[in-house]
């Protein structure tokens, strides 16, 4: 028989604490010495249409004794392993912001901060910019994006939005120091972090403030280290995507790095307010397509209203820093509004959840009530649907068997963060009431990462006791190390492999929760990416931030 739970851990305060096994009776909670802590009956059965079991739901809220545990079944199958302690989230929360630094391209890894994971200084020749002979870009530096080595404008700001935004909301969930370069500076390591990407992203900009869309070679290279990947990079084509991307996160980082480093601060204002001007000038979408016959990412995107929106919204957050009028990027944000555009994803593909937060969470309340209430009423409804699927099925999770693409773990926590935001908004308002059931919600998400799930996988690695072990990673399938550096979040189950050895081994017709495989070959199930993390990231500071 199988129990499900989270391998991490449980938030000794919390008021749920929540499994599923796949039989009926009665459960005991033991102590790693075997000692009988609790026991209870499972919940009524639930077909589950996101992994086509019927399963039992199990709480054991009631223990509020810190340690570490298992859960028995009926039968005397064991759970894995897992602690009961305040604060549970931390390691895990750092692991995956540290993970970012394993990614850093233009610099060595040294054994100090890297551990056995070192590689010396990767990409750094000069690129060219595609399709314009002659013209040579220094492009050094950024995060690889996921198991590729290459550097995409949409993915980078996105993973950057997820974690200054966090880092804005839940300031003293990233408090601890991550042993990289720059820790002990007096800066927080989660800006230290971001920055190394900011100072590249600046680099992606064109004289005239358009934004290169991406920065790869033609082909993904083999699985070789990174400084052995010896292929010419290429600045490939600008698009409108990046530039509103771009704009909305220097943006955001010229407030977030004012107080910190000025100099650096106006630099990126000077930066996004360049990107706007741009914009502005060229009103109509420039989207991106890869050229016939290259095969690295091309986070195409069918429209930039929503990245537009974003930059409206972080534009007018800058000019009110400023104390300059906000009337024209208000205007913009009404405009873009009144297309009735959905307003609450957080994804590289659709960013309009990103306008959402920064137009909600601004004590200022610079848009003004008729924007607010817009963002209002698009945020809670989605959280009240979001709570609404949870019945549904048995993880209690926020989704519906539809919603497991590629990289569906980011679909789990963007929700997370949806739910956050509507904490955030509902105080106050009518919905504060259920801003305890957003929360639970919210736990939810992070419990079916973290193993409780039917794949039995913690879908982090390094933490639980089956955490995944194959990443899709090059630098992982290159190293000869036997693990894989800890804090990676896999792409997750997707209910239409795109990879070769997926598509073969996962029938068709296989329920979406079950269509995983912990291979390294398997990239469209079980890559890893900046932005993936990142997401993950805001919610475990969501939730740290609220364990008492
Ligand atoms: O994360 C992306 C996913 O949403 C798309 O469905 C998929 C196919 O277009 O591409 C994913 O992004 C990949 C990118 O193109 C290149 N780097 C690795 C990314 C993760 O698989
Ligand atoms: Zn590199």
Redesign the pocket.
């Known amino acids: 028989m199988k129990i499900m739970v989270n391998q991490v851990g449980y938030e000794l305060a919390a008021p749920s604490k929540k499994a599923v096994a796949d039989q009926p009776g009665i459960y005991v909670l033991k102590s790693a010495s075997g000692e009988k802590v609790w026991q209870g009956q499972a919940g009524a059965a639930v077909e589950d249409p996101l992994c086509g079991e019927k399963l039992y739901p199990l709480d054991f809220g009631a223990v509020r004794t810190a340690g570490k545990y298992y859960m028995e079944g009926p039968d005397g199958a064991q759970s894995d392993s897992f602690v009961i302690q305040k604060d549970v989230l931390a390691d895990v929360h750092n692991a995956m912001i540290k993970a970012l630094y394993f990614q850093r391209c233009g610099c060595a890894l040294e054994e100090k901060y890297a551990g056995p994971y070192i590689h010396a200084a990767c990409h750094m020749a000069d690129s060219e910019v595609y399709g314009e002979t002659g013209h040579i870009l220094d492009a050094r530096g950024g995060w690889h994006?996921?198991?590729?080595y290459?550097r995409?404008i949409t993915p980078a700001a996105v993973t950057i939005g997820h974690l200054l935004y966090a880092y804005q909301l839940y300031p003293r969930a990233f408090a601890e120091q991550l042993n990289i370069p720059e820790s002990g500076n007096g800066v927080a390591d989660v800006l230290n972090e971001c920055r190394y990407e900011l100072e590249w992203m600046l680099k992606m900009q064109r004289k005239d403030g358009a934004v290169y869309h991406k920065l790869t070679a033609w082909q993904h290279a083999p699985f070789v280290m990174p400084e052995k990947d010896l292929d010419t990079f290429y600045a490939f084509a600008v698009s409108s995507l990046a530039a509103a991307d771009f704009c909305a996160v220097m943006a955001l980082a010229a407030r977030v790095y004012r107080s910190i480093d000025s100099v650096f601060a106006t630099q990126m204002e000077e930066a996004a307010r360049l990107s706007w001007k741009w914009l502005t000038e060229n009103p109509e979408p420039l989207l991106f397509h890869n050229p016939e016959g290259s095969n690295?990412?091309?986070?195409g995107d069918a429209a930039d209203a929503d990245e537009r929106l974003w930059a409206a919204a972080e534009m007018m957050l800058l000019a009110a820093e400023q104390g300059e009028a906000a009337d024209a990027y208000v205007e913009v944000l009404r405009r873009i509004l009144a297309t009735g555009l959905k307003v609450t994803d957080f994804g590289?593909t659709d960013v309009a959840g990103f306008a959402a937060m920064a137009v909600l969470t601004d004590s200022g309340k610079t848009a003004g009530e008729e924007i607010r209430k817009t963002f209002r009423q698009a945020v809670l409804a989605e959280a009240d649907r979001l709570v609404g699927l949870q019945p549904q099925n048995a993880f209690a999770l926020g989704m519906a068997p539809e919603d497991f693409?590629?990289?569906s773990n980011m679909v789990v926590t963007n929700r997370g963060i949806l739910l956050a935001l509507a904490c955030e908004t509902a105080a106050e308002t009518e919905a504060a009431g259920r801003i305890p059931a957003y929360r639970e919600a919210i736990q939810a998400q992070i419990d079916y990462l973290l193993g409780k799930n039917i794949t039995g996988y913690s879908f982090v690695t390094g933490f639980g006791d089956h955490a995944y072990r194959y990443p899709h990673l090059r630098t992982t399938a290159a190293d000869g190390i036997e693990k894989p550096m800890p804090g990676w979040v896999s792409?997750g189950p997707n209910r239409k492999p795109?990879d070769e050895l997926g598509i073969r081994m996962i029938p068709a017709g296989t329920p979406p929760m079950k269509c995983y495989l912990d291979r390294e070959e398997c990239?469209?199930l079980n890559?890893i990416?900046i932005y993936w993390n990142s997401s993950a990231v805001f919610v475990t500071a969501f939730l740290r931030s609220i364990a008492q």
């Open positions: 994006d996921a198991g590729d290459g995409y690295t990412g091309e986070y590289w693409c590629w990289g792409g795109g990239y469209s890559e990416t």
